[in-house]
């Protein structure tokens, strides 16, 4: 530590005072580098007497006349001035002087060899503060060259913990901008700046007589495009690539992929693109030359624009080094800047998958038709819906609105138009009979014989699509085990009538007013449904999800204790689809509904003690975005009906005019009722006033009448929770210490779902042969703030020759699984100590570049 220093000195001037005889010992201090210091020297046989320029006469009469008998240290912190203004020069005479020479002193103290001192006595002003020199001495540099101290100097100034060039630069890059660096002045106020452009010269190949921060970014960038962009660089580039493009490689794929400093990777990015005008030169370049490149935003620009016009020419065929539309799409996404593109991407997908596949063919036989969406044709509708849901979530959608129009008039035209119209068909022909089970039969199948408790979650207007999406959530969580079904939902495809199929009953009606009946009563209110439900299950609830929502943990038991069926009605699409102002949300409402919903059952089944789910709908819907003109709408429903909708009108008459289907109440329901349902061939609707047009049900389409049957069960015991994890903050790439110090981060707080872990980190080599110690981590910070969830973890590496050309890793595991959850490549560039004791140079180069 620094304080050893004083300690040397102290021990000095205590053997000098030792004697009996009066001794006097001036300390002329030129560079008043002891100065905060000297009143900590504890001697033990002298007083220590301060001497400035202005007060020479009184020490001389002091030392001469008042205390000619204590022994006194004379420091002044100045040099010693000449003869002739020196007033005490003939005290001196008798006296004896002391020289105290920091740079020897730091070098002894730190073993450093005494070749290396004229480096340290140039950079002496930087340890003339204590604090810097502390910090100095906390970084533990095993092995001291010009290059290790240079860059340890940095370091501390950087306010670094280890010393690495790697993150000298990422502390300059990431926390000032490339213009008045706060960093580079440190080093220039210290003299370290050529030292600096020594380094990045040596480790990133950046010689330039005039260098500055702002060129060696663009030396970084211009060099790994390079690498990535697979033809001739612009003449204007050329200049600024470097022949070390692995180490630059290395660091940016560090800086860019690093979790907490990717985002000031991407405003650099940004800079530097229009610094070397990336739009001008890179649109003039083979578009299949930029897929590799993931350095720039813009290149991701380019690759859309290019997309786009493909995908508008209905080119479903093109590709890029081989790669189709979906994978250039699902791979871009995947890419740093996928985040940034991600919704344009998702876009691009759905319309390819669209124009691809959205050209329906009829089918025959109405068992095939169902076969075929349930298994396939449902992909058509989610492909719509995603289209949307990311298209809704730019700011500018002015470069994808013809592909807007195209999948508009795909779906609308050719897909979902033609298989209502073979649907509506086929089900005629068939009676009505499509082979699914019955919505009207559900409880008695699958709830009246339960035998364990069941929570029955009633999605309004959850479709049979957007169910799949729900399905596939649930079978990818290794904790439920899930099965998708259907069933032949009721006509009108809506509410009422959904609601009261899925509740038991021995007779279902309509009463005279148009309501629905359960055995006589009515049924459209949560209470109204619990009481029939708890005639035929006598331990039975209905509740409404809303209500569920801010429940603690012993409310929310408290509704299945004791309960053999509860139902759980749910409202999250219909609730907004139904509203002419929120109708064009819908599709962001189908996603919140799919998460809730899976949340809901994970939730209950961690703290409802209930393990078996059931998810349905009443009804599911039909939507597009485009409004139908007022023209194109069938009149002539509202006229002759006692109850109407955009899909659907019931009367006791036939509503007259053209692509109107018809069946009785009695077919749907069971019994003698010979009112008319009527509803659309195809999918258009009915001339009604006041309603929304964009998102419908009520009729017979299979988007409407196929109604979702997903069954899960959850392991018991199993709580949905992940384990925290670490990540590698330091951007390191080279090790050059046998003693080396790492920062990491705890990447999420430990709560209620992440749960505490521990982690063994050490380094190996390719051979899988351990060459650190061991570093056991306990992954259980349970802070917000992610600086505090840092820490530092030292590595002793073995003191043996390390081959360049061999890999060597940063690995850490999951203690608990054995499972490898970092692996981080590093050169391994360190001298070692022979059997003669002798340190043998790994470095490349010598005196001249820096590495000695």
Request: aromatic content about 12%; some cysteine; proline content about 2%.
């Amino acid at each position: 530590m620094a304080e050893l220093n004083l300690k040397q000195i102290t021990d000095k001037l205590n053997s000098e005072f030792a004697s009996d005889v009066r001794k006097l010992v001036f300390w002329y201090d030129a560079n008043a580098e002891f100065r905060e210091d000297i009143d900590s020297i504890e001697l033990e046989n002298a007083k220590v007497l301060h001497l400035e320029p202005d007060n020479q006469f009184y020490i001389k009469y002091f030392l001469e006349r008042e205390d000619t008998t204590t022994n006194y240290l004379v420091y002044a912190p100045f040099a010693k001035p000449g003869i002739r203004d020196n007033h005490l020069a003939d005290t001196i005479r008798y006296s004896k002087e002391f020289f105290a020479d920091r740079a020897s002193l730091l070098a002894l103290d730190l073993g450093i060899e005494e070749r290396y001192k004229p480096v340290l006595q140039h950079y002496i002003k930087f340890f003339a503060d204590k604090d810097r020199t502390q910090k100095f001495y906390d970084l533990e540099i095993e092995n001291f060259n010009r290059n290790t101290i240079e860059v340890a100097l940095m370091s501390v100034l950087c306010q670094n913990k280890t010393a690495s060039f790697e993150e000298v630069l990422r502390s300059i890059l990431t926390e000032d901008g490339l213009q008045d660096n706060k960093y580079l002045s440190a080093f220039e106020k210290y003299d370290l700046l050529p030292a600096f452009w020594q380094q990045a010269d040596v480790l990133f190949g950046y010689n330039d007589p005039k260098p500055t921060l702002e060129k060696l970014v663009i030396t970084m960038f211009v060099t790994y495009a390079a690498k990535s962009i697979h033809t001739d660089m612009p003449q204007a580039w050329k200049p600024f690539i470097s022949y070390k493009s692995g180490n630059i490689i290395v660091f940016m794929d560090n800086l860019m992929n690093s979790y907490l400093y990717g985002t000031r990777f991407d405003e650099i990015s940004e800079m530097i693109y229009q610094a070397i005008n990336g739009t001008n030169y890179l649109e003039k370049m083979e578009v299949e030359a930029l897929v590799d490149c993931n350095l720039f935003a813009g290149v991701d620009e380019i690759l859309i624009h290019w997309i786009i016009g493909r995908l508008e020419n209905e080119d479903i065929g093109a590709k890029l080094n081989g790669k189709t539309i979906p994978e250039l799409c699902a791979g871009r996404r995947k890419q740093h800047f996928g985040k940034k593109f991600r919704s344009e991407y998702f876009i691009l997908q759905n319309a390819f998958d669209m124009i691809s596949d959205g050209k329906y063919q009829p089918v025959s036989g109405i068992r095939n038709l169902v076969k075929e969406y349930t298994e396939s044709i449902y992909k058509i509708d989610r492909y719509y819906r995603y289209f949307y849901f990311y298209f809704d979530k730019l700011e500018d959608t002015m470069p994808f609105e013809k592909i807007r129009e195209l999948v508009e008039n795909i779906y609308t035209n050719e897909y979902l138009n033609r298989i209502t119209v073979n649907w509506n068909h086929e089900f005629a022909d068939a009676d009505g009979e499509t082979g699914l089970e019955l919505q009207r039969d559900f409880f008695a199948k699958h709830i009246e014989n339960s035998k364990n408790r069941v929570a029955v979650i009633i999605s309004d207007a959850l479709r049979y699509e957007v169910a799949h999406t729900l399905f596939e959530k649930m079978q990818a969580d290794e904790k439920c085990n899930a099965s998708i079904g259907a069933m032949q939902g009721v006509l009108p495809s809506y509410t009422p009538l959904g609601m009261a199929s899925l509740l038991p009953h021995k007779r279902m009606e309509y009463g005279l007013s148009y309501d629905v009946l359960i055995d006589g009563k009515a049924c459209s209110s949560t209470e109204q449904r619990e009481f029939i439900l708890r005639e035929y299950k006598e331990n039975s609830k209905c509740v409404q999800f809303d209500s569920m929502k801010t429940m603690k943990q012993a409310d929310l038991r408290s509704i299945f204790t004791g309960q053999d069926v509860v139902y759980i009605y749910h409202n999250q699409v219909d609730a907004r689809g139904d509203k002419a102002a929120s109708e064009n949300e819908v599709f962001n409402a189908c996603e919140e509904a799919v998460e809730e919903i899976y949340s809901l059952i994970k939730r209950i089944a961690t703290q409802g003690n209930t393990y078996h789910f059931i998810v349905t709908a009443d009804h599911g819907f039909i939507y597009k975005r485009d409004k139908i003109q007022t023209t194109d709408k069938i009149a002539g429903a509202a006229s002759k009906t006692n109850t109407v909708g955009q899909r659907y009108s019931i009367s006791t008459e036939r509503i007259k005019a053209d692509g109107v289907c018809h069946t009785t109440v009695g077919k749907v329901l069971g019994n003698d009722d010979e009112r008319i349902i009527s509803f659309p061939l195809g999918s258009d609707i009915f001339k009604v006033a006041g309603a929304g047009q964009n998102y419908v049900h009520g009729g017979c389409s299979p988007q409407e009448m196929i109604v979702p049957l997903i069954e899960v069960k959850v392991d018991k015991g199993k709580k949905e929770t992940s384990l925290a994890e670490i990540a590698l903050v330091s951007l390191t790439s080279k090790i050059t210490n046998l003693i080396t110090t790492l920062d990491f981060v705890q990447t999420e707080p430990v709560s209620d779902v992440v749960k505490e872990t521990s982690y063994r980190v050490y380094f190996i080599s390719e051979n899988n042969e351990k060459i650190s110690n061991e570093n056991i981590v306990i992954a259980d910070k349970k802070d917000k703030d992610t600086t505090k969830r840092m820490f530092r973890l030292r590595f002793n590496f073995k003191n043996k020759k390390y081959d360049k050309s061999q890999k060597y890793y940063l690995v850490a595991y999951d203690d608990k699984y054995d499972m490898e959850i970092i692996r981080h490549e590093i050169i391994m560039d360190i001298a070692f100590a022979d059997d003669f004791g002798f340190f043998q140079e790994s470095s490349e180069g010598g005196e001249n570049n820096g590495l000695l």
